[in-house]
């Protein structure tokens, strides 16, 4: 499943705004050193595409064009990084639950 926002995964839906995002963040710390270059470089292939073609304008032309990526990125980040922050999600759970 895609998820571009943290309030749709079903493991968060009980968590407030602020506590998903802080699980999210919590559960991408929890990335070995392989699943975080993994990460790094899917968001680098994703993003890429996006800004050659932003080489190809000058001056005022380029502003809705980077108003367009600065729009996309997000749309092309968020539903990777979910998905990374979803294998561990249960952890950052479980020590949010011991914190708290």
């Excluded at 919590?26 to 975080?36: C, G, I, N």
């Excluded at 600065?70 to 914190?99: M, N, S, W």
Aim: net charge positive.
């Amino acid at each position: 499943m895609i998820y571009f926002l943290a309030s749709q995964i079903p493991k968060l839906q009980s968590f407030s705004h602020r506590q998903r995002l802080q699980l999210v963040a919590d559960a991408l710390e929890l990335l070995s050193a392989q699943e975080r270059i993994l990460l790094n470089i899917i968001k680098l292939l994703l993003i890429t595409p996006l800004f050659l073609l932003l080489v190809r304008f000058e001056g005022w032309k380029m502003v809705p064009w980077l108003l367009l990526a600065g729009l996309a990125y997000p749309v092309l980040v968020l539903p990777v990084r979910h998905y990374f922050a979803c294998r561990h999600l249960d952890q950052a759970i479980t020590e949010h639950k011991k914190g708290s």
